[in-house]
């Protein structure tokens, strides 16, 4: 296959952002699904049981776009490190994996970061909603902090 078509059908996002408090309190955080319409611009809405295997009902609202309904399934949960939920399209069309991942760095602050995986053909057509993702996750990342920060300082 070619291989700059190759590279085209698969595209990935990686956006972080430093937070000043202990993985675990990020955890708690992106656990309480209730409380994401409250802080998250990005993913207002998350409902089922975070078990692998499970589905997942989440609504998603990249800027300038209308809000999106997703069942993802969930992958990998690994207590205060990482979750991977994702799912695909007639399995060989479209697959998105996308992982919320928590890094422990230097004076008790963590890296929290948003990687999603998009493969397949129809990639080749998704540039301006990936690139609106993006900037969604930048949204959400910057959210997360300012709320795990604010539970943080009301102990």
Do not use: C
């Not at 207590?79 to 998105?96: A, M, T």
């Not at 963590?110 to 996750?137: A, D, H, N, S, W």
């Amino acid at each position: 296959m070619n291989e700059k078509k190759s590279k085209a059908m698969n595209r990935i996002i990686d956006e972080w952002i430093d937070i000043d408090a202990k993985p675990q309190e990020i955890w708690n955080v992106l656990l309480d699904f209730k409380s994401w319409e409250v802080w998250n611009p990005f993913i207002p809405m998350v409902e089922g049981d975070l078990k692998v295997g499970e589905y997942l009902r989440i609504k998603v609202t990249p800027p300038d776009m209308k809000p999106m309904i997703f069942k993802p399934e969930v992958f990998e949960v690994k207590p205060n490190e990482k979750i991977l939920w994702g799912g695909s399209f007639l399995k060989i069309l479209y697959r998105g994996d996308h992982a919320f991942i928590l890094e422990p760095i230097t004076d008790g602050k963590t890296r929290f970061r948003q990687v999603e995986r998009f493969t397949g053909p129809i990639v080749l057509f998704m540039g301006g909603m990936i690139t609106k993702t993006e900037l969604g996750y930048q949204h959400m990342n910057l959210a997360l902090k300012k709320e795990v920060e604010r539970r943080k300082n009301i102990k």
